[in-house]
């Protein structure tokens, strides 16, 4: 039915009902229907990498914006930062993209939603072609002449009617069937070049917005800058209001250290961390404030320098740290070298090229932006070779360094007294029911390797929770299978999980907050005194 076989038609509730109503549009391998009720264009962008590896696709229908505009919880900017992405992964994937306009307004958007519909759609007319891809408008084939939706094409819910679909539905086939359209086949590579290009692939994601250069830390989010829409505060993290010194009368004081999942969530309402102070609050702590200190990218040893070197001070009840699978994936991306932040190694060879004084010439290159990346990309190959990169040893190199972050989060937690709940983050290899979105998500060589290595996480934390050092201050939680049996769609790539799932995860955390602040609460005269009969 389509040129470009297939093609994948990713979208929201729009999509996904399209599917149902025309199911013979929809069969592979020429076409795919990925759209997923009551998902966000955030929550699309994040398995955009994954529905196109899985299918194979050389052509990408693009139909995003409807619930946020029902739900009124996203601005223009946020929208058009993540088709951007979207565009780009497909772009650098060799994807023929055709991207549609948000249809005219409903009954049910928000105030305001009218507004940031057209002017979305104004972008994406206006710049769909720097990406290389195709605008198909359909706002003009469902709008009336006042403004909104044609009655006719409009459902009861909000979105478009049986009637609605029939009037796009030929401008959709003629746009995906015009002449002249072919696949975008890549250019034929050396082993290095594709490499190189895998490279790049990454490399978009060096984003100081979100990894601004810290001391100790190696970085943090920009403060004032947005992550989906959402500011960091003033220190850097993802707070309606940054952390102060003084420490309200009855606050019970828990942080939550983590990378990007720890952040997710699109609102802060959604994050983990919010969750969290929701649950304790409802579960008898009235007065419980939870701080989010998620990081993007942080790996273990950033998170005990983090708390080591800043948090200490803020006099927390109880601290939360989410850790085990940043470490293992992003060595085999970027810096590595075992124990390293992810991009350490960029920033040891920007500093070199331009302040070595054996070289001062350096200082005067001009190093443009292609320099740059040959630059990073060449220190990364060297740094490869030098660890044995893949190797049985080096594997063992990236976990062993891992559990030593974790033996000092432990004495950490002992020498300062404040309880310290480590968890192993969930990952998708550990879910038992796959469902067809979250399949295909890594090359199988990959989720070998990170199998492998999450299975030596999982005996390090049988091993603490045995053990258990420091048992009235630190407590090990392997929370890999808390998905294990869960049937519906969860995980959006390797390790970030959806709405639902972080509920699941925040009552599982809240339970062992709770049961920690117990633990660390000092003993009472009537205790004292059996616990001096038992000995005697």
């Not at 590579?189 to 830390?217: A, C, I, M, V, Y």
């Not at 420490?247 to 969290?276: C, H, M, N, Q, W």
């Not at 594997?395 to 972050?405: C, D, F, G, K, S």
């Amino acid at each position: 039915m389509y040129p470009l076989c297939p093609t994948i038609f990713v979208g929201d509730d729009i999509t996904a009902r399209w599917a149902v109503l025309r199911p013979e549009l929809f069969q592979e391998p020429t076409g795919l229907a990925r759209g997923i009720a009551g998902q966000g264009v955030h929550d699309m962008r994040l398995r955009i990498r994954s529905d196109i590896t899985a299918s194979g696709a050389k052509g990408l229908h693009l139909l995003v914006g409807f619930n946020e505009l029902v739900r009124g919880d996203a601005s223009v900017e946020a929208i058009v930062r993540e088709i951007a992405a979207m565009l780009t992964e497909a772009r650098d994937r060799y994807v023929r993209v055709f991207v549609g306009a948000i249809p005219p307004s409903r009954p049910r958007w928000q105030p305001g939603a009218e507004f940031i519909a057209t002017t979305v759609d104004a972008w994406l007319r206006d710049h769909a072609r720097d990406f290389g891809a195709h605008f198909i408008d359909y706002y003009g084939t469902l709008s009336s002449e006042t403004g909104g939706v044609q009655e006719a094409f409009a459902a009861g819910d909000g979105g478009l009617s049986a009637a609605g679909y029939a009037a796009i539905e030929p401008v959709m086939l003629s746009a995906l069937t015009a002449p002249g359209l072919e696949p975008i086949y890549p250019p034929d590579e050396t082993p290095d070049q594709e490499r190189r290009r895998k490279f790049l692939l990454h490399f978009g994601h060096l984003d100081s917005n979100t990894r601004l250069p810290r001391p100790f830390t190696q970085f943090a989010g920009k403060p004032g800058a947005t992550h989906y829409g959402v500011p960091f505060d003033a220190l850097g993290f993802l707070n309606a209001t940054a952390i102060t010194h003084e420490k309200p009368r009855g606050e019970t004081r828990v942080f939550v250290v983590g990378d990007s999942t720890t952040i997710d969530g699109g609102a802060l309402a959604k994050t983990l961390p919010a969750r969290l102070e929701q649950i304790l609050r409802n579960d008898g702590l009235p007065d419980a404030k939870v701080y989010n200190f998620g990081v993007m990218s942080s790996c273990a040893t950033q998170m005990v320098h983090l708390i080591w070197s800043q948090l200490i001070d803020y006099r927390p009840d109880a601290i939360v740290v989410l850790s085990g699978c940043t470490d293992q994936f992003q060595a085999w991306t970027y810096d590595p070298r075992p124990g390293h932040p992810y991009n350490a190694y960029i920033v040891e060879r920007l500093y070199d090229h331009f302040f070595d004084t054996h070289v001062p010439g350096a200082r005067e290159d001009g190093l443009s932006y292609e320099g740059l990346v040959t630059l990073i990309y060449e220190e990364r190959e060297r740094l490869r070779a030098q660890t044995g990169w893949q190797s049985p040893a080096w594997e063992e190199a990236v976990v062993h360094y891992y559990q030593r972050a974790l033996h000092r989060l432990a004495k950490l937690s002992h020498d300062h007294a404040i309880p310290i709940i480590a968890g192993l983050q969930p990952a998708i290899i550990r879910k038992n029911h796959l469902a067809e979105t979250e399949r295909g998500i890594a090359s199988a060589e990959f989720l070998a390797y990170f199998d492998r290595q999450y299975g030596r996480l999982e005996a390090f934390y049988a091993l603490l929770a045995e053990r258990r050092p420091f048992r009235r201050t630190f407590t090990a939680v392997d929370l890999g299978s808390i998905f294990l049996d869960r049937e519906a769609a969860t995980f959006n790539d390797i390790v970030h999980y959806d709405d639902a799932g972080r509920q699941i995860v925040a009552e599982r955390i809240a339970r062992e907050v709770s049961a920690a602040l117990v633990r660390a609460r000092p003993p009472s005269l009537r205790d004292r005194a059996l616990r001096l009969l038992r000995r005697g």
